[in-house]
């Protein structure tokens, strides 16, 4: 094992949403894909019957300045082209970055009713919003693929679903109040149900779940 900077990194631009441009990467030399690449969070649109205004009261989840129809469809097309190259060049195994809004968080703070406490892996997926639903999909892709060869199929695919990321340099803010008010004075509950995930512990996640 060589020390980190005798590693030889090759980065290549590539855009994953065209099937041309990921069939055009080497994928003879990997055995291991961690998919990183989508639109990061929820669009500024909010779904159907959900108040504009609280866009602006919840501007901490860092929502995105995309149509959610495109939101949806480039991590969808994204997650799909990248999965089925590394499945059919037998990459030894795919790590797909996924969220907690699979399960429902989204742009309204009391949207999300879980069926049970702690929500864990077997917690049904109820996405309200399109960033939620494009993490389902891919979740899906993944299984699909790793079903469908059988025993012949040499991938193994791995979802890790992450609660908000709290970057290094604001975890000194935590926790966050129980209840805020918004513009209006009103009363709201705590985003994301006091869920917060360190991004050291995001990176390190991923680097040990691409270990075969």
Same mark, same amino acid.
């Not at 290549?12 to 990183?36: F, M, N, Q, T, Y």
């Not at 669009?43 to 989840?61: F, K, M, Q, T």
């Not at 975890?171 to 109040?177: E, H, M, Q, V, Y």
């Given at each position: 094992?060589?020390?980190?900077?005798?590693?030889?990194?090759?980065? !290549?631009?590539?855009? @994953? /949403? %065209?099937? $041309?441009? *990921?069939?055009?990467?080497?994928?003879?030399?990997?055995?291991? +894909? *961690?998919?990183?690449?989508?639109?990061?969070?929820?669009?500024?649109?909010?779904?159907?019957? *959900?108040? &504009?205004?609280? +866009?602006?009261?919840?501007?901490?989840? #860092?929502?995105? &300045?995309?149509?959610?129809?495109?939101?949806?469809?480039?991590?969808?097309?994204?997650?799909?082209?990248?999965?089925?190259?590394?499945?059919?060049?037998?990459?030894? &195994?795919?790590?797909?970055?996924?969220?907690? =809004?699979?399960?429902?968080?989204?742009?309204?703070? *009391? #949207?999300?009713?879980?069926?049970?406490?702690? !929500?864990?892996?077997?917690?049904?997926?109820?996405?309200? $919003?399109?960033?939620? @639903?494009?993490?389902?999909?891919?979740?899906?892709?993944? #299984?699909?693929?790793? /079903?469908?060869?059988?025993? /012949?199929?040499?991938?193994? =695919?791995?979802?890790?679903? =992450?609660?908000? !990321?709290?970057? &290094? $340099?604001?975890?000194?803010?935590?926790?966050?109040?129980?209840?805020?008010?918004?513009?209006?004075?009103?009363?709201?509950?705590?985003?994301?149900?006091?869920?917060?995930?360190?991004?050291?512990?995001?990176?390190?996640? %991923?680097?040990?779940?691409? @270990?075969?």
């Amino acid at each position: 094992e060589g020390k980190p900077n005798d590693c030889q990194i090759t980065y !290549i631009k590539a855009d @994953l /949403r %065209h099937p $041309e441009s *990921v069939a055009g990467l080497p994928w003879s030399c990997v055995e291991s +894909v *961690v998919h990183l690449a989508a639109h990061p969070g929820p669009s500024e649109d909010p779904p159907p019957g *959900v108040p &504009r205004s609280l +866009v602006e009261d919840y501007s901490e989840i #860092g929502l995105e &300045r995309v149509p959610q129809y495109d939101l949806l469809s480039d991590n969808i097309k994204s997650a799909w082209n990248v999965m089925f190259h590394a499945t059919s060049h037998g990459a030894k &195994r795919v790590v797909f970055s996924s969220s907690a =809004f699979s399960y429902g968080y989204s742009h309204d703070p *009391v #949207g999300l009713q879980p069926c049970y406490l702690p !929500i864990d892996e077997k917690h049904p997926c109820l996405p309200h $919003e399109t960033y939620g @639903l494009s993490k389902v999909v891919g979740e899906m892709i993944g #299984g699909m693929l790793g /079903r469908c060869g059988g025993d /012949r199929t040499s991938t193994d =695919f791995v979802s890790l679903a =992450f609660t908000n !990321i709290v970057k &290094r $340099e604001a975890w000194d803010s935590l926790p966050w109040s129980s209840v805020s008010e918004n513009q209006h004075g009103q009363i709201l509950p705590t985003l994301l149900m006091w869920a917060y995930t360190h991004e050291d512990d995001v990176i390190d996640a %991923h680097v040990k779940a691409a @270990l075969p």
